[in-house]
């Protein structure tokens, strides 16, 4: 079977196209199929017209054939329709406008969801960053555009993230029951966020959202009041600890400078116990045995955990003012920082305490985001951050040809 034979049965091409050429460019590793268009006629809705033109020569780019790229290439012919309107003829291998096939598009989708790095995805693909950006784009924007409309959530989280290496912010909403991002917004003014629940649910006010989790915020706990006024507010145990942890580092931070056994001593002191090597808790053990003010901070969060296993309205009162007394008491000017700002959101946390909540779901994606962030060194801009945050934690159903 000669080669245009070949490429003629494996091709989506149909019956109207015809390989014409196929040409090698060794230099170049690359393979040009030319095609051109049979008939001398479009047929729309069994009514025959009569082709009109040809636009010029134009390429889409088809998977690599073993080491060469793969380009198909035709001049797309053009017709008059009844209502006297120039009309190119649909291709069957790709969308006229982008530049590759339909099946080069599922190819890089199926590696993007391997590889989360575009540029190594280019690289494999023999393509170029652009094309898979794009195509991650528009499979992105055709999927939530079929998703429509969603206000099926109950419990939903709210929090920020630093998508580039500057301060700028985006709002991400998180259904929490699902696991799954469900918008995202640039800000975290409340106006950014009142916009971003309405494009998403075509509603100002969520009536049936019954839990809300978000940190101590005022402009996420405020405009969360007005759109889910029946919901309760919970501030979740992973930005609490974070807080507190926060504390610890930055006592340690002001010690090292006169207390030697701080020296490389940032993760014995930060991890918990179960995660730190055997170097890290025989530092920690000298720390904790000297009695540093980092290891003072560090008692105040561990003994904030245990809050969480109180029960009754009552008794976590008791147990979070002696909790409170004790942490005043170290002295330590970022443990009280931090006691004074949970002074301010007693509700929120005692919620979080007394309903159990759990953030493993929040922290999950919270942990996959940031490391989505990292592997792209930041995101040039917010619209970059929001399709790759939506393509791989917004569990919609990406299409693998667009």
Not at 94 to 99: I, Q, V
Not at 134 to 156: H, L, P, Q, T
Request: with cysteine; charged share 25%.
């Amino acid at each position: 079977m000669e080669m245009s034979a070949v490429l003629q049965h494996l091709l989506p091409l149909g019956t109207d196209w015809e390989i014409k050429e196929v040409v090698f460019e060794e230099h170049l590793k690359r393979i040009d199929i030319k095609v051109i268009y049979k008939p001398s006629f479009f047929m729309v809705e069994g009514i025959r017209y009569k082709i009109y033109d040809e636009l010029p020569e134009r390429e889409w780019q088809h998977l690599p054939w073993f080491q060469y790229c793969c380009y198909i290439k035709c001049k797309i012919p053009r017709f008059i329709n009844g209502e006297g309107q120039v009309r190119i003829v649909p291709v069957p291998w790709a969308d006229s406008r982008k530049g590759y096939t339909s099946l080069f598009s599922a190819q890089v989708i199926a590696m993007l969801q391997l590889v989360q790095v575009q540029s190594k995805v280019a690289l494999i693909c023999q393509t170029s960053d652009y094309i898979v950006r794009s195509i991650m784009e528009d499979a992105v924007n055709k999927a939530i555009e079929k998703r429509g409309i969603v206000n099926d959530f109950e419990y939903i989280s709210i929090d920020e993230k630093a998508f580039a290496r500057g301060h700028d912010y985006a709002s991400i909403l998180i259904d929490s029951s699902a696991g799954k991002v469900l918008e995202l917004t640039e800000g975290r003014k409340a106006e950014n966020v009142s916009a971003m629940v309405f494009a998403l649910t075509d509603k100002e006010i969520l009536p049936d959202v019954k839990m809300v989790n978000l940190d101590m915020w005022e402009a996420y706990m405020n405009v969360m009041e007005k759109i889910a006024p029946n919901a309760v507010q919970v501030h979740d145990k992973f930005h609490l600890v974070k807080k507190l942890s926060d504390a610890i580092n930055k006592t340690r931070q002001k010690e090292v400078k006169t207390e030697p056994l701080l020296k490389e001593a940032r993760f014995a002191v930060l991890k918990n116990e179960a995660n730190r090597t055997t170097r890290q808790s025989s530092q920690f053990d000298a720390i904790n045995d000297a009695n540093l003010l980092t290891a003072q901070a560090w008692r105040v969060r561990e003994n904030f955990r245990a809050l969480f296993e109180q029960t009754g309205y009552l008794n976590l009162i008791e147990v979070y003012d002696k909790w409170m007394e004790n942490a005043l008491q170290t002295g330590i000017k970022y443990v009280i920082d931090v006691v004074r700002t949970f002074e301010r959101h007693l509700v929120g946390i005692f919620n979080a305490i007394l309903y159990k909540t759990t953030s493993a779901q929040h922290e999950r994606i919270n942990g996959n985001i940031q490391s989505l962030i990292a592997k792209a060194r930041g995101f040039v801009n917010f619209e970059r951050f929001r399709i790759n945050v939506m393509f791989y934690y917004g569990k919609i159903n990406i299409p693998h040809k667009i």
